[in-house]
T-cell receptor
Framework: GQQLNQSPQSMFIQEGEDVSMNCTSSSIFNTWLWYKQDPGEGPVLLIALYKAGELTSNGRLTAQFGITRKDSFLNISASIPSDVGIYFCAGQLISSGSARQLTFGSGTQLTVLP | DTGVSQNPRHKITKRGQNVTFRCDPISEHNRLYWYRQTLGQGPEFLTYFQNEAQLEKSRLLSDRFSAERPKGSFSTLEIQRTEQGDSAMYLC???????????FGEGSRLTVL
């Protein structure tokens, strides 16, 4: 089945620093998404990517859909304390007009130190 | 608030008991999903509905699990004869068809003693 490898598993950074995390897949996806989850809450969508090579920003967040369609990256610039949380990548394959369910990575736990 | 609503938020039960979770999706969305999430892992797909039709079920969804969406609006997820391994966060999400932009609820955390 499809598997997503997300790295790093955890990160400790100083406030103000930039951070990068990535996801790789054994299969091709035609949609990549990035979610953030706070403790005790459901995941919240940050960025959706629909085209290979696409680079999309949402405020201080920038994500890219890899050319091979098997990877994606998320960058956070100038981190702030509220960036703390778990970041998940998710991939989806749409074929023949039907969307398969999302496959999630195992998450990157981000801690921002003051 | 017109987001996805789940209840109860927390449920503690004894092994062998039945539990039921409810999900009210965003009203304009016709797709509804159930996911399960254990500590340190990403959400794992259980099942989804388009309107009232249950279109796909994961192998994770054993015979003790049943989900319904009788009128194409809210959905329920029932777990019969709960086991300790059922302890997890059960997440509901909704979306339009053919999009990965799922909107999740806050989840229902189940603890089986």
């Amino acid at each position: 089945g499809q598997q997503l490898n997300q790295s790093p598993q955890s990160m400790f950074i100083q406030e103000g620093e930039d951070v990068s995390m990535n996801c790789t897949s054994s299969s091709i996806f035609n949609t990549w998404l990035w979610y953030k989850q706070d403790p005790g809450e459901g995941p919240v969508l940050l960025i959706a990517l629909y085209k290979a090579g696409e680079l999309t920003s949402n405020g201080r967040l920038t994500a890219q859909f890899g050319i091979t369609r098997k990877d994606s990256f998320l960058n956070i610039s100038a981190s702030i304390p509220s960036d703390v949380g778990i970041y998940f990548c998710a991939g989806q394959l749409i074929s023949s007009g039907s969307a398969r369910q999302l496959t999630f990575g195992s998450g990157t736990q981000l801690t921002v130190l003051p | 608030d017109t987001g996805v609503s789940q209840n109860p938020r927390h449920k503690i039960t004894k092994r062998g008991q039945n539990v039921t979770f409810r999900c009210d999706p965003i009203s304009e969305h016709n797709r509804l999903y159930w996911y399960r999430q254990t500590l340190g892992q990403g959400p794992e797909f259980l099942t989804y509905f388009q309107n009232e039709a249950q279109l796909e079920k994961s192998r994770l969804l054993s015979d003790r699990f049943s989900a319904e969406r009788p009128k194409g609006s809210f959905s329920t997820l029932e777990i019969q004869r709960t086991e300790q391994g059922d302890s997890a966060m059960y997440l509901c999400a909704s979306s339009w068809p053919n999009t990965g932009e799922l909107f999740f609820g806050e989840g229902s955390r189940l603890t089986v003693l």
